[in-house]
């Protein structure tokens, strides 16, 4: 199959032939059709598999057929988690569309919005956007919807993770009802593929590759490391493998500024990227990295998002991951386009749990080596595959219930006696003398899971908000 036979028009297969691609992916090859027959489509492929292009070039082959974007309006939408993703998915657009008569912006935080507002003032075919960014241009009304025919969510496990939806939700509330959806991402948890499935209507499902699998041209090794000691045999492994060029993935902001002053006092040039820096500053690291400038660039799972730096040697997994599927994402950064690429983690025997998540996640243990020097003082255990038959590890299977289960404190009392002890709402209501008025301990329990977090401004993370005091009228908590 050649991208020829997909539909796509002469000026767009210029672009691409001048790019020097012949064949398309496998997911190029199942996405742009469903796109262009107007389909909503939900896709999942791995990192480095085009699922980039995979909505670009049927995006730019749908508009290019219709009226062009009045002032302030925007026909096609993509939303992305970060500034870097978002830069990336702009370039393609770029490079897909140059002999197309569309225009195009990007607009994220952590640089001036007035240029921003410039742009769109004179109408753009495809706006990619971090969601902050976009609801303070919306909240200025420098932006209109009512033309738009297409939306996009790339990295779509991140934007409806708890920390984005919120925005989303918001977007979504301005956005014309009757419009084409498509989700892109390399990875799917179940949770949110059933809150996708809330977003799009009978979308036309594309998997590629096994769910939560990683690439086969990608190396894994697991380093048993002592904590204290992770930063030291870094070092080693680095010098004693020359490597050049390595991403590093950390846990936390501070984590990622501490390596890479690390790194730079032992004499190996590094630096830093993640939500804090200014874009400038995340710019310039990126750039450092790519022209062999900084040997080593260490960053966060949010700001890693969209990195696209050819032929990536290696990877390393300085912390693991909180969430199993980062891990597919992390190692996806190397071993792209078929490349081989090598993925190294150092765990810490407090990492053991997070380690045992990644196994099971991805079906397979993964093979351990011993840093010389540098031998852990507690082993790693082998992680069990055996899948868990279901109600395992949930207790007797005729326990009784808690109710009939007499409580083990002084008074005698069972536990859910309607007692005044330990019944703090009861307490407070007769405190308070609002003994009528609904608890709001109560009204608690119907509260959204994804309450209390929100994205920054600048569409990189989440960030927690202030739980709002109780007044004096009312019962606290």
């Known amino acids: 199959m050649s991208f020829t036979s997909l539909g796509l028009s002469a000026p767009i297969l210029k672009a691409v032939a001048n790019k020097g691609y012949e064949t398309p992916s496998p997911i190029q090859a199942q996405a742009i059709p469903a796109v262009l027959e107007g389909k909503d489509v939900m896709a999942a492929a791995q990192t480095g598999t085009g699922k980039t292009a995979g909505f670009t070039l049927p995006l730019l082959e749908l508009l290019s057929k219709g009226e062009r974007a009045r002032a302030k309006q925007v026909r096609a939408l993509v939303l ?62 420098a932006v209109s919807f009512s033309q738009l025919e297409v939306l996009v969510l790339d990295e779509a496990d991140r934007m409806l993770d708890m920390g984005f939806i919120h925005d989303i939700k918001k977007i979504l509330a301005v956005l014309p009802a009757k419009r084409q959806n498509l989700m892109f991402s390399a990875t799917f948890s179940d949770e949110i593929r059933t809150l996708a499935k809330g977003l799009v ?18 190396e894994q090794l697991i380093c048993p490391v002592d904590k204290t000691q992770k930063s030291a045999a870094l070092v080693q492994l680095i010098k004693q493998h020359d490597w050049q060029q390595v991403l590093v993935f950390s846990r936390t902001k501070h984590g990622a500024n501490r390596l890479a002053k690390s790194l730079d006092a032992k004499g190996i040039t590094a630096a830093a990227i993640h939500g804090n820096k200014s874009q400038g500053a995340r710019t310039k690291a990126l750039a450092n990295f790519k022209s062999g400038e900084v040997r080593v660039l260490v960053a966060t799972d949010i700001a890693a998002r969209g990195l696209d ?3 990536l040697p290696q990877v390393v997994n300085f912390d693991l991951p909180n969430v199993p599927e980062d891990y597919v994402h992390r190692i996806g950064r190397t071993g792209r386009a078929g490349a081989a690429g090598k993925a190294i983690s150092l765990v810490s025997s407090e990492e053991s749990k997070l380690l045992a998540d990644i196994e099971r996640l991805i079906g397979k243990t993964l093979p351990r080596t011993e840093v010389a020097g540098f031998e852990s003082t507690h082993k790693l255990p082998e992680t069990d595959l055996t899948p868990k038959r279901h109600g395992q590890n949930r207790g007797p299977r005729n326990a009784k219930p808690n109710a009939s289960r007499p409580a083990r404190n002084s008074g005698g009392h069972n536990r859910n006696d309607d007692k005044p002890q330990g019944n703090r709402d009861g307490q407070s209501k007769r405190r308070s003398g609002s003994a009528d008025k609904p608890s709001t301990e109560s009204q608690s329990h119907n509260k959204s899971p994804y309450q209390g977090k929100s994205e ?18 009312q019962p606290a908590k």
């Open 80 to 141: 992305t988690p970060t500034r870097e993703l978002a830069a990336q998915i702009a370039e393609s657009v770029t490079t897909y569309g140059k002999y197309l008569p569309l225009r195009s912006a990007v607009v994220f935080g952590g640089v001036g919005i007035g240029p921003q507002i410039s742009q769109i003032n004179r109408g753009v075919d495809i706006l990619v956007a971090t969601p902050g960014r976009l609801l303070d241009l919306y909240n200025q009304r």
């Open 201 to 218: 209507n009978n979308p036309v499902e594309i998997s590629v590759t096994p769910r939560n699998t990683t690439a086969n041209t990608v």
């Open 456 to 473: 920054h401004r600048d569409g990189n993370a989440p960030s927690r908000r202030r739980t709002r005091r109780p007044s004096a009228a």
């Open 309 to 311: 730096i050819d032929q």
